[in-house]
């Protein structure tokens, strides 16, 4: 137990990101700290509890639509968790240190799965928190159902993630050919494209759906999606009724489960964990003679620096999927909400009275685009990972014939081609849908390019202050990095601020809406020129200190 204590605590503080030093960097990174609660924390709360309290008020206190959302939840943390538990298991920069010791492979896993539990699952208790809260004010309860539900919250996440450490160990233990590095990171990502193009091919089922007999058919148990998921995680279908009826055995036998599950785990691990580390140690990439020689040309050092960033971009499967492929999702989130509207929902509404030339609905048009373009450019991380993906050879940038200033221009180029040319693409295809005059199109695209800019030097900058340099894998780059999240805050709190001050000028000034809409972009062009200055100043500073 001693052991397995101390390996908790080792990986436990490999995962953390440095804290910044100088005492300004300090209290901006509080700041920062509590706006992403107040705008991400806390608006994601509320949804998640909101949606449980709907469900069991619509269900007259039934739990059958707060169990719907915690095996939505299970379903996302075993298609996204196969991937991190590969990266902590196999791809840690710690197995070479750890396999001369004596230590037995079970311990070394354990401690490893209760780091990837503890890292992954803390927004995770959050979330079921509020989906149980949700439920009470609903439907009410007791001292022990409220007891059941708070260690429910804790250990929910136990068995998807047990799942996704037995596929991960039986797999490496099992297979000899997948068990190169770059193999099974193609194949992960591969395998999440997948799920991703199999969500979207359902999307149109979602449209003109009866959410009356949706309801109806949770409260009977006819819904096909949660009698398959009860099967797969009867874990969750166990608390939640332990929580509805206060039945003590269904919550003794939902321990019961989730501490099977764990002991399995740790008995394959116990046999098959060195046997596919070892593996993977052997198993090298290409060799020489099968590699092609390829014709060195020579470029400009700018235009060699950008083509290397999209190679680190692109060819990486960690930040394909996290920085590029995850733009696709936006878009398909909000075609989800639409699909979901029945005929004569708001959406239809809004869009008749734009038509009708309501000057309101215009303005709301030109605020939607520039919260969607913010949203976009922060969810990809690209710029708030600029410096991050450096990694450990951050020095060779001192030694580049580019200087700082240039290297930090040529990063956010990046940010904002990418970040640019999906919005872009969205603002194309809605005004094409929406048969909105070419002129209000290349309005849209223009303040949209704007913020994209903006929200770009200003993920620069912050990972600029205190980038997370020490990283093993590339997935750990993003998962531990707080600018991402700071940034990610920043933004969202920036959409609700420039919503309510627009929104509140156009209410109560004499202002036209051409008046508006020119002063917005006179706005975004100053906010850039200020941004900017401050990338090229303190930016510069910050990578000198570090």
Request: aromatic letters at 12%; charged letters at 15%; one cysteine or more.
């Amino acid at each position: 137990m001693k052991v397995y204590k101390q390996l908790v605590n080792t990986f436990l503080r490999s995962e953390d990101m440095d804290a910044p030093k100088q005492k300004k960097q300090k209290l901006f990174y509080a700041l920062m700290g509590i706006i992403s609660i107040v705008f991400i924390m806390i608006p994601c709360c509320a949804l998640v509890g909101y949606l449980s309290y709907a469900f069991a008020l619509a269900l007259f206190g039934n739990s059958a639509g707060t169990l719907f959302v915690i095996h939505f939840i299970s379903l996302f943390s075993v298609v996204f968790g196969i991937n991190v538990i590969l990266n902590v298991f196999y791809f840690a920069g710690d197995i070479e240190f750890i396999l001369p010791l004596p230590i037995q492979p079970y311990k070394v896993i354990a401690a490893k799965f209760t780091t990837a539990y503890f890292a992954e699952s803390v927004m995770q208790f959050i979330i079921l928190l509020s989906a149980m809260v949700g439920y009470f004010i609903a439907a009410g309860g007791n001292i022990l159902t409220v007891l059941y539900a708070l260690v429910g919250v804790v250990t929910l996440p136990v068995a998807p993630l047990a799942y996704c450490g037995i596929i991960c160990v039986v797999l490496m233990g099992l297979t000899k050919w997948i068990r190169n590095k770059e193999h099974v990171r193609k194949l992960s990502m591969i395998f999440t494209l997948i799920v991703i193009a199999a969500g979207v091919s359902c999307i149109n089922l979602l449209k003109d759906v009866d959410m009356e007999g949706v309801a109806n058919a949770l409260m009977e148990g006819r819904v096909a999606f949660v009698n398959v998921m009860s099967v797969v995680f009867p874990t969750n279908a166990l608390l939640v009724k332990s929580v509805e009826t206060g039945s003590i055995l269904q919550f003794l036998l939902y321990i019961l489960i989730n501490v099977a599950v764990v002991g399995l785990f740790l008995v394959l691990a116990q046999f098959l964990y060195y046997r596919g580390v070892l593996g993977m140690s052997s198993a090298g990439g290409a060799s020489k003679s099968g590699r092609k020689k390829r014709r060195i040309k020579a470029r400009k050092p700018e235009v060699s620096y950008f083509f290397k960033e999209c190679k680190v971009l692109f060819r990486t499967p960690a930040f394909f999927l996290n920085c590029i492929v995850i733009n696709v999702l936006w878009p398909v989130l909000l075609y989800v909400i639409y699909a979901m509207q029945s005929d004569g929902g708001i959406i239809e509404h809004y869009i008749v009275m734009y038509h009708m030339g309501n000057e309101t609905m215009k303005w709301g048009a030109v605020l939607i685009v520039l919260a969607v373009s913010v949203l976009l450019t922060a969810a990809n991380s690209i710029a708030s990972s600029a410096i991050t993906r450096e990694g450990k050879q951050y020095y060779v940038m001192k030694y580049l014939p580019v200087n700082y200033k240039k290297q930090l221009h040529i990063k956010a180029f990046l940010s904002i081609l990418v970040s640019g040319a999906f919005v872009w693409l969205y603002i194309i295809v809605c005004s094409v849908v929406l048969d909105v005059s070419n002129a209000t199109c290349w309005y849209y695209m223009l303040i949209s390019i704007l913020q994209v800019v903006f929200i770009t030097y200003f993920g620069i900058y912050l990972d600029t202050i205190n980038p997370k340099l020490a990283w093993d894998d590339e997935l750990n780059a993003l998962r531990g990095n707080t600018n991402v999240f700071f940034n990610m805050a920043y933004a969202m709190m920036i959409s609700i601020a420039f919503a309510v001050v627009m929104l509140l000028l156009f209410m109560f000034t004499k202002l036209t809406l051409i008046i508006l809409e020119n002063a917005l972009v006179l706005v975004l062009v100053a906010a850039n020129v200020i941004m900017i200055r401050i990338v090229e100043r303190k930016g510069v500073e910050n990578l000198k200190e570090l």
